[in-house]
Nanobody, 122 residues
Framework: QVQLVESGGGSVQAGGSLRLSCAAS????????MGWFRQAPGKEREGVAT???????TYADSVKGRFTISQDNANNTLYLHMNSLKPEDTAMYYC????????????????WGRGTQVTVSS
């Protein structure tokens, strides 16, 4: 059973940076797509960044050039490096995983963490 635990959220002023971490267990490295999602109050959950098993990284247009998804294989930890934060980045951020047999395709994410709150003030 895949388990995901996020950490690293907090409050920061606009223009600041945060690094979110997701400790993963119960999965085989290289067999799962990993992703970060977020949900702001009153809004639908949206994808922020995805790491395909083949190494491809994709980002939502709203975070391109500011956020970076990365993975520490030795420690089974997924990261989301967030720079130049804006008030509109305020949301609960979730780590997610899904098993994939393709290096370039991710099925619907079906493993989720409980989330970590990010609040950006102007």
């Amino acid at each position: 059973q895949v388990q995901l635990v996020e950490s690293g959220g907090g409050s920061v002023q606009a223009g600041g940076s945060l690094r979110l971490s997701c400790a993963a267990s119960g999965y085989t490295y290289g067999s799962y797509c990993m992703g970060w999602f977020r949900q702001a109050p009153g809004k639908e959950r949206e994808g922020v960044a995805t790491l395909f098993t083949g190494g491809l990284r994709t980002y939502a247009d709203s975070v391109k050039g500011r956020f970076t998804i990365s993975q520490d294989n030795a420690n089974n930890t997924l990261y989301l490096h967030m720079n130049s934060l804006k008030p509109e980045d305020t949301a609960m951020y979730y780590c997610a995983a899904t098993k994939s047999t393709s290096r370039w395709y991710c099925p619907k994410f079906n493993y989720w963490g409980r989330g970590t709150q990010v609040t950006v003030s102007s």
